[in-house]
């Protein structure tokens, strides 16, 4: 994935006001009907507000939203099968003789396919879908029409890893090259067939890829949040995602690297950003060492000169150099 050092915005297309008027059905038909291929219903009276910032990805579409109650209608001018989830409100799903109200935080299915079909968020707050092309999760999930309409996941532990893995995609994906891109959606797909579940032996090489995958990047997250910890180790890294130091150690190693390398090169980074932020700069370079999740100021400055070829100071002079 791309370096967690350097993330872009991703584009987003809102609406904020009363459901009526050209700026919103310009809104309702260009993004809505046209683009998105779905249609916009207000659940509650007063202003629309909603905020979309869609990811396009190799083998599926992600559109994650927030804002007031609302309904999202089918076109059935696509040929997708879609994972419908909130992770703050309730969600009705209907799909024609198939209707389910999900609580927050449950993933069901849903088919684009359909005409007239309907999820609805039910409370302010987020909607989240993924669409995937019939055909293309068919060949890996021959029984996934057979899930349209009803939950999944009842005991919610895959539900919980694909939400997660879902926004940390949504966060990076902007700055992701392709063949990352690629990478994330075979993830994201081999989730999905999980969820849905598969032929027995699709199923376990799904489960190969994309649990271990999805749960890398989950622990990768935390460890960047972490990063400024100077008693983050191996050992509460595992301790907090419930696996064996073992298991830690064995995901880094087939990525290449190491625990230890890892957390180094992010917090030397971490130190490098900082150091060249001329607007926001912080005082001594104890201060970036320590910000960075350094205990030894001395072993800060020689891991960063062997990283860097030059000195923290140096660093900062070069960019005060630039202004």
């Known amino acids: 994935m791309a370096n967690s050092e350097s993330v872009a915005a991703q584009p987003a297309f809102g609406y904020n006001g009363l459901p009526n008027g050209a700026a919103y059905e310009f809104w309702r038909e260009e993004f809505g009907r046209q683009l998105m291929q779905i249609d916009f219903v207000p659940l509650v009276e007063g202003p629309v507000r909603r905020l979309i910032t869609p990811v396009v990805l190799p083998q599926v579409r992600m559109a994650p939203s927030v804002g007031t109650p609302i309904e999202f209608r089918t076109m059935a001018t696509n040929d997708e099968l879609v994972l419908v989830m909130s992770s703050d409100s309730p969600v009705h799903v209907n799909m024609a003789d198939r209707v389910i109200d999900l609580p927050a935080g449950a993933i069901s299915l849903g088919d684009a396919g359909l005409k007239g079909a309907f999820c609805g968020q039910l409370r302010e707050g987020s909607f989240k879908t993924m669409l995937f092309d019939r055909a293309a999760l068919l060949r890996l999930c021959p029984n996934a029409e057979d899930a349209v309409g009803r939950k999944l996941d009842p005991q919610g532990q895959l539900s919980s890893l694909l939400r997660e893995y879902y926004d940390l995609v949504v966060r990076r994906a902007h700055g992701l090259d392709a063949l990352a891109q690629e990478t994330v959606s075979r993830h994201l797909m081999d989730l999905a067939v999980l969820l849905i579940g598969a032929h027995r032996d699709d199923e376990e ?102 990283r860097f070829g030059m000195t923290p100071s140096d660093m900062r002079a070069e960019a005060v150099g630039r202004r």
């Open 205 to 306: 090489a799904a489960r190969q890829r994309g649990l271990t995958a999805a749960r890398f990047e989950a622990l990768k997250a935390d460890i960047l949040a972490r990063l400024s910890d100077g008693s983050l180790s191996l050992a509460g890294v595992a301790r907090s995602h419930r696996i064996s130091t073992r298991y830690v150690q064995a995901m880094f190693a087939r990525a290449g690297t190491s625990f230890s390398e890892f957390v180094l090169e992010q917090r030397l980074l971490r130190a490098a950003r900082l150091l060249q932020d001329t607007v926001n700069a912080v005082g001594k370079i104890s201060e970036i060492a320590f910000l960075a999740g350094f205990n030894d100021v001395s072993y800060f400055n020689q891991a960063f000169r062997r």
